[in-house]
């Protein structure tokens, strides 16, 4: 488990591996079956089941999963030498891993990813959250695509499959396929880290994947002391 990789980087990790596998299909009935980020149930965003980054400790936030009967916690990596930070993995029942929650200080929770099965559109939850503050997109293959929807203020990550590849647009029926929950000053190291596009509607998600000239570039990119690569 990369308990190590930078939060920048975990802000596409879960995702974008699963991107290089062969016959990926990111619209998995099997993950998370979780619909809260519209509910609110039982707490909102970035609170989630009773864990919010930032405020509860990993310690907490393990007996949680593992005192609810829907979980089983599948895979952990403790701190090791001088490197304080812990992760663990989870599933929902007999299913595969879905999510992770992760401490890069080995105390408090910092972040947490949730793979979810898609039962959510984009469209609700545009009207919840409203527009986007940057995006990002990843072509996966001909027929499958997925955008990043940063919102610095809750803080959360949204990740939306697009269907059609780089044909494909952005829009409010897009699928939510994943989640991932911040705390205050990992969105702050993730903002230093990252570069990405400005909202700029809802477009054709080319409009997100141009690389060549990103609308926000994070003033540690390309210093290794602060965003290492690996």
């Given at each position: 488990m990369r308990r190590s990789l930078p939060i920048a980087l975990i802000l596409f990790a879960v995702l974008a591996l699963a991107a290089c596998a062969q016959?990926?299909?990111?619209?998995?009935?099997?993950?998370?079956?979780?619909?809260?980020?519209?509910?609110?149930?039982?707490?909102?965003a970035p609170c989630w089941n009773g864990i919010t980054p930032g405020e509860t400790s990993y310690r907490?936030?393990?007996?949680?999963?593992?005192?609810?009967?829907?979980?089983?916690?599948?895979?952990?990596?403790?701190?090791?030498?001088d490197v304080p930070g812990r992760a663990f993995s989870f599933a929902e029942g007999e299913n595969n891993p879905?999510?992770?929650?992760?401490?890069?200080?080995?105390?408090?929770?910092?972040s947490f990813m949730l793979q979810l099965a898609p039962s959510?559109?984009?469209?609700?939850?545009?009207d919840k959250y409203g527009e986007p503050d940057y995006v990002t997109g990843q072509m996966v293959s001909e027929e499958q695509s997925y955008v990043v929807l940063v919102y610095t203020d809750v803080?959360?990550?949204?990740?939306?499959?697009?269907?059609?590849?780089?044909?494909?647009e952005v829009s409010v029926s897009n699928k939510i396929i994943g989640a991932l929950y911040l705390s205050e000053s990992a969105v702050e190291q993730a903002l230093t880290c990252t570069q990405m596009n400005t909202w700029k509607g809802f477009q054709s998600i080319s409009t997100y994947t141009d690389t060549e000239e990103?609308?926000?570039?994070?003033?540690?990119?390309?210093d290794e002391t602060i965003c290492p690569t690996n």
């Open positions: 016959n990926i299909n990111l619209l998995d009935e099997t993950k998370l079956q979780d619909t809260s980020l519209l509910t609110g149930e039982p707490c909102e907490d936030a393990k007996l949680i999963l593992e005192s609810d009967g829907r979980f089983k916690i599948t895979e952990e990596s403790e701190a090791e030498g879905c999510c992770q929650v992760i401490s890069s200080d080995g105390e408090t929770v910092g959510m559109t984009f469209g609700p939850l545009f803080p959360l990550v949204l990740y939306s499959y697009v269907e059609g590849g780089g044909q494909g990103f609308d926000f570039v994070g003033s540690g990119v390309g």
